[in-house]
């Protein structure tokens, strides 16, 4: 197989998990990366499962260059939650499932959501 190129790189996305027990810890977390990153987008904070996501989340976007500094930061700053990260190239399951971290325990997600 070819090496793909970053290039295809449109953006990044974190999604921060949490669920009722750990809701206020994912708060923090999120007004934390809100006041140190202006070049993020922050999404909305979700109290259910939304999309291919098993857990609670909300969504933190960010361009290309900027993943060596926030991707870095949510490891050493997560505290016990756990982040879901991916790129955005335009090929959303694949995005999914081969191209993904994750900073902390690892979940299954629903990807049938997206067609082939």
Do not use: C
């Amino acid at each position: 197989m070819p090496d793909q190129s970053t290039d295809a790189i449109e953006s990044w996305h974190a999604h921060v998990y949490f669920s009722a027990d750990t809701r206020e810890p994912a708060r923090a977390l999120y007004d934390r990366v809100t006041a140190s990153f202006r070049n993020v987008e922050m999404g909305r904070f979700h109290e259910r499962p939304v999309g291919p996501h098993p857990m609670w989340s909300y969504q933190i976007s960010f361009a290309p260059a900027a993943f060596t500094e926030i991707v870095p930061w949510l490891a050493l700053n997560r505290g016990e939650l756990d982040v879901f990260v991916h790129p955005n190239t335009g090929n959303g399951r694949a995005d999914h499932s081969a191209h993904v971290m994750f900073l902390g325990k690892s979940y299954p997600l629903d990807l049938s959501i997206f067609s082939d």
